[in-house]
């Protein structure tokens, strides 16, 4: 799906990016604001990489100190996937001959451009406001004025994970260690860089003795302590502006580390440095600080202290859900993942027919099972996790306040069968209690930044039992306007009677003519 350019009368389907210094209607606040700029004499942009959010509303802002006229070309990936770095544009400029100085060195209507700051002349600025592309990806800005493209390039990555890092590059080298080397005596195999601000292993082309150094810039927003972990195997360490923040170093299994350092608002060099001697390979950075909650700032998860490979981001088509059926960490050995592309995410424990766990953001990291030997549980690979209730969702009791049946590896009382998917590949399970059979539906709800969850349960039976419960959630549990809210982080809605019971939200099941009905609403609490 390709994003369009934005008018000031239709945020779509127009042909021209919006050059006013005031923001136009919808974009008086935006989700991200970059500033690039020309280096002078240099012929280079000062940022020459930068990820942003799916569909999120960005301003950005050209300054050109430089004494020669340039302009930022945003192109679609094409079909290299950016990394022809938008040449087919730059063709398309010179055909235009002499018009070309008549037309700013600017191929209008070419499919391949997505935002264009116009010709800025020297000592001049121009801002434009989009919305940033809804399919991930990495999408190249190029400068088109002739003989600037080789120099004048650079890539904005549309990700999830967007993060405040850019200009990331990586040196990759082979060789043998027990400890980090001193990297700037040796040459590269390879340089390169990475457009999604992510520190990965993926530009690797060997499993076992090979090191990288990672260096970029990272925008503080606010003075302050900040704390950067590293969950390496083998060893690594963290720079920040040249002073080493985390030491990792040595061989090791998987080993998280962290570091903390007083810093100032504004863009900071970080630098991670680090070696693979055998066996298993992992790399995970994150970090936390003054206006920042813990964020990852690499791919995957750090799961159980970052054992096991990371990288393989599982994701949903646009539209559907992808389907991940294995070992799911609190969600057991028969657990089935579904990832939904509106951004929302559950698991569903198969041995004990429950929604095990929900969150938002990526869905699950497939490297451990894939590439890895398989072993271990995978947590989700997202943010916002909240747990459901351990053991069955479903119990009969002697009243609604007796205490509930405790949790079992696998539930004697129900039978697993399978789950239907419709034509978005969206399941709904089934199972039985019984002689009591359950349509459990869950489904996605777009709307934000990430959706909500609805779930329907539809129950049937020819000799309905007259004490049948339902555990929706646990813990601390409030009623709110609209619900009740479980732990501060999740509001629970349904049409159906519910009591707190035992610090339980449970809910009666009342059968009609052999037929009951659940219906829940699931929305993170803001």
Not at 192 to 213: I, Q
Not at 490 to 509: D, G, Y
Request: hydrophobic share 35%.
């Amino acid at each position: 799906m390709k994003s369009r350019l934005l008018t000031f009368a239709a945020l779509c389907g127009a042909t021209l990016s919006l050059h006013a210094q005031a923001p136009p209607k919808g974009f008086e606040k935006v989700d991200q604001e970059i500033t690039i700029s020309t280096l002078q004499a240099a012929m280079k942009y000062d940022v020459r990489s930068f990820s942003v959010k799916p569909n999120a509303k960005v301003k950005l802002t050209f300054k050109n100190p430089d004494d020669l006229p340039h302009n930022l070309i945003l192109c679609t990936p094409g079909k290299s996937k950016g990394g022809d770095k938008g040449k087919e544009v730059i063709d398309a400029v010179l055909k235009l001959g002499e018009k070309g100085v008549e037309q700013n060195w600017e191929p209008k209507g070419h499919p391949r451009i997505l935002h264009s700051t116009g010709m800025v002349q020297p000592k001049k600025e121009s801002v434009i406001w989009f919305r940033a592309p809804k399919k991930e990806g990495n999408y190249p800005y190029i400068c088109t004025f002739p003989g600037h493209f080789e120099l004048m390039n650079g890539m904005m990555a549309v990700s999830k994970r967007a993060n405040p890092v850019t200009n990331l590059t990586y040196k990759f080298y082979h060789g043998k260690w027990d400890k980090l080397p001193d990297f700037s005596k040796m040459e590269p195999k390879k340089t390169g860089t990475l457009a999604s601000g992510l520190f990965e292993l993926s530009p690797k082309d060997r499993d076992n003795e090979f090191g990288f150094v990672f260096t970029g810039d990272i925008e503080c927003p606010k003075d302050g302590i900040y704390t950067f972990t590293v969950t390496s195997d083998d060893g690594s360490s963290l720079y920040i502006d040249n002073t080493r923040v985390v030491n990792n170093d040595g061989v090791h299994p998987a080993k998280a580390t962290k570091g903390q350092v007083r810093l100032k608002a504004g863009k900071r060099k970080i630098e991670v440095r680090y070696f693979e001697g055998g066996g298993e390979q992992s790399l995970f950075v994150e970090w936390a600080g003054p206006g920042v909650k813990k964020q990852p700032l690499s791919p995957g998860a750090a799961s159980g202290g970052g054992s096991g490979p990371s990288g393989m981001l599982i994701a949903a088509a646009d539209g559907e859900a992808a389907i991940y059926r294995n070992f799911i960490a609190d969600a057991g050995s028969r657990a089935i993942g579904v990832g939904y592309s509106e951004g929302v995410n559950l698991t569903f424990d198969a041995n004990n027919m429950r929604v095990a766990q929900i969150w938002q953001g990526d869905f699950m990291d497939g490297a451990r099972h894939w590439n890895g030997r398989g072993q271990g549980f995978q947590p989700p690979a997202g943010d916002a996790v909240i747990k459901l209730p351990a053991g069955a969702a479903f119990a009969s009791l002697d009243s609604a306040g007796a205490a509930w049946p405790k949790a079992e590896t696998r539930s004697s009382e129900f039978r697993f069968r399978g789950y239907h998917l419709n034509k978005k590949q969206q399941p709904r399970f089934h199972y039985e209690m019984g002689e009591v059979a359950i349509k459990d539906t869950p489904a996605p709800v777009a709307g934000g930044e990430y959706g909500h969850l609805t779930r329907s349960l539809q129950l049937s039976a020819k000799n309905a039992p007259a004490n049948l419960y339902f555990r929706a959630a646990s813990g601390n549990i409030t009623v709110a306007p609209g619900g009740f809210v479980v732990n501060g982080d999740l509001m629970i809605s349904t049409s159906s009677k519910a009591t707190i019971e035992a610090n339980e939200l449970r809910l009666p099941v009342k059968f009609k003519n052999g037929t009951a009905t659940i219906e829940l609403t699931y929305k993170w609490a803001q």
